[in-house]
């Protein structure tokens, strides 16, 4: 496919289980592992290179990982069925699963519930106490179709009755950027997932306990994993089955420890009837 008006983050890991197995062409075809950029593509590749090359020893194929630049360039992809297996946000699976019928699989957990949060951050040395004094202000978020770095903080503010026109909103690309943006100066609050704040890459490069959490939002279902609609029944359930029992196995353990989770479990699509209420109380297109 041809894209002349961006540059796509595209990188391909192909790792063959056992050297000098003859594949029938069937087997051997390549399965395209798409990761939605809610980290940058350099560190997306390094962290679920471990699991990639899991996947290929254990399905005795190809596993490839791609990501994109920003997430409107993913789910052109994600539309155009581009992924085999897709880790999207909450948001992003519900318009797959509408619009494609992408099945869903699993979800991550990097706590013992499961679930994840929103918070809102300041520096503690800017004399901002409470979401009252957001206003006026400039409030960091991902982008526009993150579900728990923009639409859940969002609710946050609008539950105190704090309004868009009150505040500046920037968007910068992913929620590293905007813990950043805070930390810099840039912004005078972000709107983040919790669990950013506990993010090696975070953690080495700004001391995060110069952060106050102004607010938490209440939990959602963790990020989702899912499959094209027309992957064969059996393939989807032993890409699933390994998956939900990674952390019973070393190399599994060491592959989920790379990308900062305990397990992965199975996923129900109505556990994310919750995402969709929030989407109908924000006023989402969908």
């Given at each position: 496919?041809h894209?002349?008006?961006?540059?796509t983050?595209?990188?391909?890991?192909?790792?063959?289980?056992?050297?000098g197995?003859?594949?029938?062409?069937?087997?051997?075809?390549?399965?395209t592992?798409?990761i939605?950029?809610?980290?940058?593509?350099?560190i997306t590749?390094?962290?679920?290179?471990p699991?990639?090359?899991?996947?290929t020893?254990?399905?005795?194929?190809?596993?490839?990982?791609?990501?994109?630049k920003?997430f409107?360039?993913?789910?052109r992809?994600?539309y155009a069925?581009?992924?085999?297996?897709?880790?999207?946000?909450?948001?992003q699976?519900?318009?797959?699963?509408?619009?494609v019928?992408?099945?869903?699989?699993?979800?991550?957990?990097?706590n013992?519930?499961?679930v994840?949060?929103a918070?809102i951050?300041?520096?503690?040395?800017?004399?901002i106490?409470?979401?009252?004094?957001?206003?006026?202000?400039?409030?960091?978020?991902?982008?526009p179709?993150?579900t728990?770095?923009?639409v859940?903080?969002?609710?946050?503010?609008?539950?105190?009755?704090i309004?868009?026109?009150?505040?500046?909103?920037i968007?910068?690309?992913?929620?590293?950027?905007?813990?950043?943006?805070?930390?810099n100066g840039?912004?005078?609050?972000?709107?983040v997932?919790w669990?950013?704040?506990l993010k090696?890459e975070i953690?080495q490069?700004?001391?995060?306990?110069q952060?106050?959490i102004?607010?938490?939002?209440?939990?959602l279902?963790?990020?989702?994993?899912?499959?094209r609609?027309d992957?064969n029944?059996?393939?989807?359930?032993?890409?699933?089955k390994?998956?939900?029992?990674?952390r019973?196995?070393?190399?599994?353990r060491a592959a989920?420890?790379?990308i900062?989770?305990?397990?992965?479990?199975?996923?129900?699509?109505?556990?994310?009837?919750?995402?969709?209420e929030l989407?109908h109380?924000?006023?989402?297109?969908?």
């Amino acid at each position: 496919m041809h894209r002349k008006a961006t540059v796509t983050w595209l990188v391909a890991i192909i790792l063959y289980a056992i050297a000098g197995t003859v594949a029938t062409p069937a087997d051997d075809k390549p399965l395209t592992l798409g990761i939605f950029p809610r980290w940058s593509a350099q560190i997306t590749v390094r962290d679920f290179t471990p699991l990639a090359e899991l996947l290929t020893r254990e399905l005795g194929r190809p596993v490839r990982i791609e990501t994109d630049k920003d997430f409107d360039s993913f789910m052109r992809r994600v539309y155009a069925k581009e992924f085999d297996i897709v880790h999207l946000n909450q948001m992003q699976y519900l318009n797959a699963h509408d619009k494609v019928h992408y099945r869903l699989i699993a979800k991550i957990c990097d706590n013992p519930t499961c679930v994840i949060k929103a918070v809102i951050i300041v520096r503690k040395d800017r004399n901002i106490n409470k979401l009252g004094d957001l206003k006026g202000k400039i409030i960091a978020f991902a982008d526009p179709n993150a579900t728990v770095s923009y639409v859940l903080a969002k609710s946050l503010l609008r539950a105190s009755d704090i309004q868009p026109p009150q505040y500046k909103t920037i968007f910068v690309k992913n929620p590293p950027n905007a813990v950043l943006a805070v930390y810099n100066g840039e912004a005078d609050a972000a709107g983040v997932g919790w669990s950013v704040l506990l993010k090696p890459e975070i953690r080495q490069r700004i001391d995060v306990n110069q952060f106050n959490i102004l607010a938490e939002s209440r939990p959602l279902p963790h990020l989702p994993i899912a499959v094209r609609a027309d992957m064969n029944t059996k393939l989807m359930r032993k890409i699933q089955k390994i998956l939900i029992t990674l952390r019973q196995r070393a190399d599994g353990r060491a592959a989920l420890q790379k990308i900062g989770l305990d397990r992965i479990e199975a996923a129900k699509d109505y556990e994310y009837n919750t995402v969709r209420e929030l989407i109908h109380e924000e006023h989402i297109s969908h």
